[in-house]
């Protein structure tokens, strides 16, 4: 099982998380819809193979996915779905959460994924690593993935 970023619980407190889990603790995440925080701590470069965005590298560094889960299962699936490092590759955040050295995932009540983006933007004074990743359908972030420190 993945470790859980130190900075974790803080960086949920100051987003207004209400729950936080790591991998294997997504029990008590709730089954309902809502919008969610995935901190992922990559320890070397990773290339990606999305050709849209221009095939990027991230950098290692701890990032920051905000994303929403409406479908079954909610944020309890989603998150537990993300938390797993075997898995097909089906969403953007997918090329991370399987390599990643570090991982857990908090749920933020009453906010929208960009709400949550531009929370941290502010807040955690994060930056757009890949303009565009995470956001293909979002008309209004730059992208849903924040770099939190390199």
């Known amino acids: 099982m993945r470790p859980v970023p130190a900075e974790a619980a803080e960086i949920a407190r100051r987003l207004g998380a209400s729950l936080s889990a790591g991998e294997g603790e997504t029990e008590r995440l ?18 990606l ?3 849209r965005l221009g095939h990027p590298v991230l950098a290692p560094g701890l990032y920051l996915y905000c994303g929403s889960a409406k479908g079954p299962g909610g944020v ?58 995470g956001s293909s359908d979002c008309r209004t972030c730059p992208a849903h993935l924040l770099l939190l420190a390199p």
């Open 30 to 47: 709730p089954s309902g819809p809502g919008t969610y925080g995935l901190l992922l701590r990559l320890a070397e470069p990773v290339a």
């Open 49 to 51: 193979d999305l050709a």
């Open 76 to 133: 309890r699936a989603r998150l537990g779905r993300h938390l797993r490092r075997d898995k097909a590759v089906r969403w953007h955040v997918d090329y991370l959460s399987g390599v990643a050295v570090e991982a857990a995932g908090f749920m933020v009540p009453e906010a929208t994924e960009c709400g949550l983006r531009t929370k941290a933007s502010d807040v955690l004074n994060a930056t757009v690593p890949v303009p565009g990743f």
